[in-house]
Every structure is written in C-alpha cells, then in structure tokens.
C-alpha cells in the first residue's frame, strides 16, 4: 500500500500541487436492527476506497474512488489537481495550510474480543438479549428497537510532508429504545452504549441489564408529569451537561462554524462563563467512543482545553483553520469515509469536575428541577439552543420531588454558562454519533452542575 500511495503523491507534487494527501481504508462492518423479538436486519460488508485531497494555487480539489490500484490513482490525484486549479481562478482568498511536522507510525489495536471474531449469532443474541429484556420489563411497553453496529479495519494515511500512518481503528455500538403507553400518554426512553475497547464493553454494559432500564425509564414517566413552566434554578445531570456541551457550546468552538458567524467568533480571550467552568475536547481517553491516534489530516490527536475558568482559550481546528489564526492544529479534522473530505468534528466534549457532592448542590434550593437524561438537543449559531428532557424530578427545599415528563429547556448558551455557580466531582461520559453532514462516534459528558436560572419549558 505504502508505495502504491507514495506515486500517487508524486503524482500530485509534478501536477503543482502544494499540498497531497492521500486516504485508502479497508474496513469491515455489520449492522443489525432488532424490533422486538424479530431480527428486521442483517448486514455485513467490506467497504474499500480511497480519498485523494490537493491543494493547488490556494484552491482545493478532492476525488474518491474504489479500492486502488496505481493507474486508476494517479488518474484522480491528476484529476483533483485540474479542478483545483480550475476553481483558483475565482478564487478571492487563497487557502493556505498549517505547517506539520512528518510522522511515521503504525497504530494496532488488540481488543480481548475482536467484534470480527464474534459470531453473528452471538451478536444477535446480545441484541435480543436487550430487545427482551425491556419487552419483558412491564406489560406497558409496548414497542422496542435495538440498532446494532462494529466497525474494523485499517485506514492509511499520506502526505506530501513526509508523513505515513496506518491505524486501526474499531468501534462497537448500540442504541436501546423503548415506548411505553398507558391510558393516552406515551412515553419514550433510550440509552446507548459505545466503545473502541472491543466487544468486550457488553461485558461492562450487560445487555439485559441495559434494555430494562431503558424499559424502567419509560414506564415510570407514565406516572410523571409536565413541569410548571418558567425561570428556575436547576440540577443537570451529566448526560445533560455533555449534551449542552456539545450541541451548545462544541458547534460553536468548531473554527469552521466559528469563522461562519458563530457568536464566538470575537470571543477568544474573553470571559463567557463563570469561574467553575473549564470545558476540554480530548481525543486521548482510553477506550472513549470519540478517541484515535491521529486524525484524518495525521495530526496526532490531543486534550484540547476550550474554557478555562470561564474564559475562551481555543478552539478545535484543522490545518486550514489553524493557519487562519496562527495556532497549532488540534488533531479535530474527521472524515466519516473515504467518500468525504475530512471537516472539524469534536471528539469526547466535557465539562471539568470540581469539587461538590450532589447533596451540595440541591442543599437551598426552594424550588427547581433535576434533570437527569436528555431526549435530544440542537443548537445555532447565534448561541441559542434547545434541548428535550428525557428524565426530571422536582427540587422542594433541597430534596428530590416527584417525576416529571415532557421538559424541556432553552436559552443562550453564554447566558447559561455565566449562570453555573456549582460543578460537581463526579464525572460521566456517554457515547453518540453526531451529523454535521457527515455522522462521527463522539462522546460527551461532566459532572452534575447547578444553574441559578433556567426556562423550563411545561405546562403554565
């Protein structure tokens, strides 16, 4: 592979580019879907090809093609280094790229089980294993679906800089969702489960286990009820602060939708949140779903500090948008296969723990909210954002209060953050995949973090 790479890149130096970057893969994947006790679908493949991105006269140009062979590369580096030129012409700002240091490494991994030496009857039976368990959990529920994936194999990476990577890479994933109903009201709860340690994390997450929480989640918010709406202060568990965190605030970090417009494009340096507040991107966490060795650019991947003590200290960026604010790139450029150009993605996304129990931090509050698990979330680039609430309780002078169900809440992110007065020393992280016109396994998560006020969206 190393030589059929290094004409290619070759190939693209003598066209005048100044800038070649050459992606092949070989990965293996099976996907499954589970609807209650029945397999809906089965699928397992080899995916093959190769990414070929040049930069020429300040313009890029990018090509993808199956699994490669000298003659049919070269043809699409030349042909990416033609459109590339032919798009310079118009071209108003040049591009311009970070310098990079050249590095040769070869990453293997080895899980204590491989998801490509499991069968796919076991893989089956583990999904069902869940799917049953929540089925079984209370005759309310009414309906489960259980989405399996792994993915395995190789990726390789080259550039005109001398650089040469080969790196494994493997995920395992699952998503566990459930709807419960009873006298009108219908309920939904889902979890997720996420790894590149191997198809050892069942091991961790016990499959039954996991279905009937996801049943238990659900049935219980049959008895809950909608909150009284209004500005309250609030309790956000960790799978809530790691999905404020990523949808909204982490989007906006991202240097390509910062240089967009989005509202922190004048903030570097400044303070936009409270002292308790320090916020990191790590691709380094052993066995989170958002970690690698490198990049998509062969930018070794870092710990990456975002806030610290409420003050902006960076952003995530690639070589293009380091080169635009003269910093270092952060190991952020992901592509999510050979098909795509590789875009700036965040990785594990959390908030820094401090130093309070959860005793602590209910301790005075007359009244408010606990929210425990997040629905869904979306943010804009303006700082604005709304996130659905899966699971919430009451705070009545310092305790924990009845259930409720259909929360939500909203604001602006920097008014949000200036209002965190308390951060916890607990620390979760949860596994997902975000789009951003392309899909990436990340992670996020923190502690348990109080906020002096929030709109809480219920009944009046």
Known sequence: MKGVLCKAIDAGVKSGAEYVEVRAQKLFTTMLTIKEDRVEAAKHGIEEGTAIRV???????????????????????????????AASSRLK????????????????????????????????????????????????????????????????????????????????????????????????????????????????????????????????????????GGVFPVILGPRVVGTFAHEAFGHLAEADLTLSGSVLVDKLGKKIASDAVTLYDDGTIADAFGSFKYDDEGIPAQKTQLIRDGVVVSLMHNLETAHKFNVKPTGNARAEDFRVEPIIRMRNTFLEPKDYCFEDLIEGIRFGYYLRSVRGGQANVDGTFQVGIEEAYEIVDGELGKSLRDVSISGNTLDTLLKVDAVGKDLELSPGRCGKGQTAFVCDGGPHIRVKEMLVGGSA
């Not at 300040?58 to 699994?67: L, M, P, T, V």
């Not at 990726?155 to 699952?174: C, H, P, R």
Request: with cysteine; glycine share 6%.
């Open 93 to 228: 700002d040049p591009i311009r790229l970070d310098e990079t240091k050249a590095v040769e490494d070869k990453v293997v991994l080895n899980p204590r089980k491989h998801p490509s030496e499991i069968s796919i009857e076991d893989k089956i039976r583990t999904t069902l294993d869940m799917s049953n368990a929540a089925m079984a959990y209370d005759g309310r529920v009414r309906n489960c679906t259980v989405d399996y994936l792994d993915l395995s194999g190789t990726n390789f990476f080259m550039n005109n800089a001398g650089t040469y990577i080969e790196q494994d890479k493997l995920y395992v994933w699952s998503r566990v969702a459930a709807t419960a109903s009873e006298a009108g009201v219908f309920t939904f709860s889902r979890e997720e489960i996420g790894s590149t340690a191997g198809y050892e994390v069942f091991d961790v997450e016990d499959p039954k286990k996991v279905g009937e929480t996801v049943a238990k989640r659900a049935v219980e918010q049959l008895s809950a009820k909608p909150p009284r």
């Open 55 to 85: 930069l020429v006269k300040g313009s890029w140009g990018f090509a993808s093609i199956g699994a490669p062979n000298t003659e049919t590369l070269i043809e699409a580096v030349l042909d990416s280094c033609k459109m590339a030129k």
